[in-house]
């Protein structure tokens, strides 16, 4: 028995304009797409209302978006249950958080235990409690979301976090929402459970973010930078470190996940979510420096296709341009990120990095690798 526990429009024109900190090549590209509120629709039109409280669901929860996300979500009054498997403490105290505030928090968060893989235990489960709610943070497939919208016939929202690593790679960027998906990608079972979403009677919103950093992240974005700078080590950086990229803080991803709850513009729509400003390879590395209070770094640029890595990857990033229009979000959603890049990593460092806390331990072999075909004299 389970138990709670206390189209890509007209090829939208845009200009690169100097950052604030130009000395780390930030940029940001302005579009001249403008979005249009739309009619709510009568059928299957979006009831739920955010200032109500509601009984929501959170697939996932425990690490990193869950963590800033289920804190504001209780903040604001409604009753969240996280589904897990139970293998990680429920919640984890925030560095910073007073312990009168975690208290508070803590005893106001329910849990389900559970494989969300185990279909049948899902949807016995999950009927049972009757959500309004749910926000998927970890699905990945679309088979993994059916059991959950069979057993919540009265779902008033499907909250959904998808990728913008399901967009097709292009020459014309940045990506827009209706840009074309790649059925090949890695994240192709996002882009999947975005179609399955569109084909069921339900009301949903899917957010796709690009790169997530912040406090607790558990990928190696800002902390691969973190670790090289602490060190005080050459950084190494693919081709001419002129890629650009795009990053989003998580709480301003928490913050826009909230933000759609009850949002009749957000009924049924795809929304990218990230940072307003776009940095080089370069420059993101300047920016961590500057985020840590390191000296300036040394760049050292080099051939991926000169090197045999074998499954390691010896650099947190795609090595591409990537970066996409949030022009939407703020538009019908009045969301707006509310951390610069050298704010945003700022916070991370001194909330994290910089306690003397990280995911994974530094590892410089493919530094390494780099280091002695670049310094030693080839001959």
Same mark, same amino acid.
């Given at each position: 028995?389970?138990?709670?526990?206390?189209?890509?429009?007209?090829?939208?024109?845009?200009?690169?304009?100097?950052?604030?900190?130009?000395?780390?090549?930030? @940029?940001?590209? !302005?579009?001249?797409?403008?979005?249009?509120? +739309?009619?709510?629709?009568?059928?299957? @039109?979006?009831?739920?209302?955010?200032?109500? &409280?509601?009984?929501?669901?959170i697939?996932?929860?425990?690490?990193?978006?869950?963590?800033? #996300?289920?804190?504001l979500l209780?903040?604001?009054? *409604?009753?969240?249950?996280?589904?897990?498997?139970?293998?990680?403490?429920?919640s984890?105290?925030?560095?910073?958080?007073s312990?009168?505030?975690? &208290?508070?928090?803590?005893?106001?968060?329910? *849990?389900?235990?559970?494989?969300?893989?185990?279909?049948?235990?899902?949807?016995?489960?999950?009927?049972?409690?009757?959500?309004?709610?749910?926000?998927?943070?970890?699905?990945?497939?679309?088979?993994?979301?059916?059991? !959950?919208?069979?057993?919540?016939?009265?779902?008033?929202?499907?909250?959904?976090?998808?990728?913008?690593?399901?967009?097709?790679?292009?020459?014309?960027?940045?990506?827009?929402?209706?840009? @074309?998906?790649?059925?090949?990608?890695?994240?192709?079972?996002?882009?999947?459970?975005?179609?399955?979403?569109?084909?069921?009677?339900?009301?949903?919103t899917?957010?796709?973010?690009?790169?997530?950093?912040?406090p607790?992240?558990?990928?190696?974005v800002?902390?691969?930078?973190?670790?090289?700078? +602490?060190?005080?080590?050459?950084?190494?950086?693919?081709?001419?470190?002129?890629?650009?990229?795009?990053l989003? *803080?998580?709480?301003?991803?928490?913050?826009?996940?909230?933000?759609?709850?009850?949002?009749?513009?957000?009924?049924?729509?795809?929304?990218?979510?990230?940072?307003?400003?776009?940095?080089?390879?370069?420059?993101? &590395?300047?920016?961590?420096?500057?985020?840590?209070?390191?000296?300036?770094?040394?760049?050292?640029?080099?051939?991926?296709?000169e090197?045999?890595?074998?499954?390691? +990857?010896?650099?947190?990033f795609?090595?591409?341009?990537?970066?996409?229009?949030?022009?939407?979000?703020?538009?019908?959603?009045?969301?707006?990120?509310?951390?610069?890049?050298?704010?945003?990593?700022?916070?991370?460092?001194?909330?994290?990095?910089?306690?003397?806390?990280?995911?994974?331990? @530094?590892?410089?072999?493919?530094?390494? #690798?780099?280091?002695?075909?670049?310094l030693?004299?080839?001959?």
């Amino acid at each position: 028995m389970a138990s709670l526990v206390a189209i890509q429009p007209k090829q939208p024109s845009f200009s690169v304009l100097q950052s604030s900190h130009s000395d780390f090549n930030g @940029a940001r590209l !302005i579009s001249s797409v403008q979005y249009k509120r +739309k009619p709510c629709q009568p059928k299957s @039109a979006l009831c739920v209302t955010a200032s109500s &409280a509601k009984k929501i669901l959170i697939m996932g929860g425990t690490r990193f978006i869950g963590v800033f #996300l289920s804190r504001l979500l209780v903040k604001e009054g *409604h009753q969240v249950t996280l589904f897990t498997r139970g293998k990680a403490p429920i919640s984890q105290q925030l560095p910073g958080e007073s312990d009168q505030d975690y &208290a508070d928090f803590s005893s106001k968060l329910l *849990h389900l235990k559970g494989d969300r893989m185990d279909f049948d235990f899902v949807k016995s489960s999950l009927a049972a409690e009757g959500f309004d709610v749910v926000y998927d943070i970890n699905g990945r497939e679309a088979n993994e979301v059916e059991p !959950i919208l069979d057993a919540l016939p009265n779902l008033e929202q499907y909250i959904y976090c998808s990728s913008a690593g399901v967009y097709l790679k292009t020459d014309y960027l940045p990506h827009f929402e209706v840009d @074309a998906g790649d059925p090949k990608s890695r994240h192709k079972g996002k882009l999947e459970t975005e179609s399955l979403l569109v084909s069921r009677d339900v009301n949903w919103t899917s957010l796709r973010p690009v790169y997530i950093y912040g406090p607790l992240n558990y990928n190696p974005v800002e902390e691969w930078f973190f670790h090289r700078l +602490k060190a005080g080590r050459p950084i190494p950086i693919p081709n001419s470190g002129m890629q650009i990229t795009q990053l989003g *803080h998580v709480k301003d991803l928490a913050k826009a996940f909230v933000q759609v709850l009850g949002n009749e513009k957000a009924s049924k729509q795809v929304f990218n979510i990230s940072g307003e400003k776009y940095v080089t390879f370069d420059g993101l &590395a300047r920016a961590c420096a500057k985020a840590g209070g390191f000296p300036e770094p040394e760049l050292v640029h080099y051939n991926p296709k000169e090197f045999d890595f074998g499954k390691k +990857k010896a650099f947190p990033f795609r090595d591409q341009h990537f970066f996409t229009s949030i022009e939407k979000a703020k538009a019908l959603l009045g969301w707006k990120p509310e951390f610069d890049l050298v704010e945003g990593l700022t916070d991370s460092y001194n909330l994290d990095f910089g306690r003397g806390t990280f995911r994974k331990a @530094a590892d410089f072999s493919t530094d390494d #690798l780099i280091l002695e075909k670049k310094l030693v004299p080839q001959s």
